[in-house]
């Protein structure tokens, strides 16, 4: 005996058919007179279901492929910027086009992070992320010349006047 059962995750109705003589599925014995015109009922909207599934799927896999697209061109222009580690100064980008002003690298000789500035490269410079390597120009009656020393005497400065309007105390 065959059996067909029309899924509701699919588009069916739930019910189920058979080739045999079962008075309740069964399409023997005449049961092909009441059972054959919605069982076709059912091929058609599970069919349906697969035709819009399979729309939704196309529509997905295109929209990926437009993320894909998108995403290979942010790739090719931030490797177009960056240029990665380089033993020489390049003189062309990574796909071998001219170099974009800002294009920059990292000299793996000089160990430094140079620039392309239109013309020539330039060696990158950073601020010092520490104090220590800060200097401060004496000024406003500050005589101090590192960050230190310049807190610690507008520190003073401050605790000095805060106990001047204390009145006079």
Do not use: C
Not at 69 to 89: P, S, V
Not at 95 to 120: E, H
Not at 156 to 164: E, G, K, V
């Amino acid at each position: 005996m065959a059996s067909v059962t029309f899924s509701v995750s699919v588009g069916g109705d739930g019910s189920t058919v058979t080739d045999d003589a079962n008075a309740t599925t069964g399409l023997g014995n005449g049961g092909h007179r009441t059972r054959f015109v919605p069982s076709l009922a059912q091929v058609v909207a599970v069919a349906s279901q697969m035709v819009a599934t399979a729309t939704t799927v196309a529509s997905q896999a295109s929209q990926v492929s437009l993320d894909a697209a998108a995403t290979a061109l942010a790739y090719d222009q931030f490797d177009d910027r960056w240029l990665g580690a380089k033993a020489a100064n390049p003189t062309l980008d990574n796909d071998g086009n001219a170099l974009l002003t800002g294009a920059a690298y990292w000299n793996t000789v000089s160990n430094q992070i140079r620039i392309w500035t239109g013309s020539a490269w330039v060696v990158q410079t950073f601020i010092p992320t520490a104090a220590s390597g800060v200097t401060v120009a004496a000024d406003a009656g500050v005589t101090a010349t590192d960050v230190q020393s310049a807190i610690e005497e507008l520190s003073a400065s401050a605790n000095l006047f805060a106990f001047s309007n204390l009145g006079g105390f």
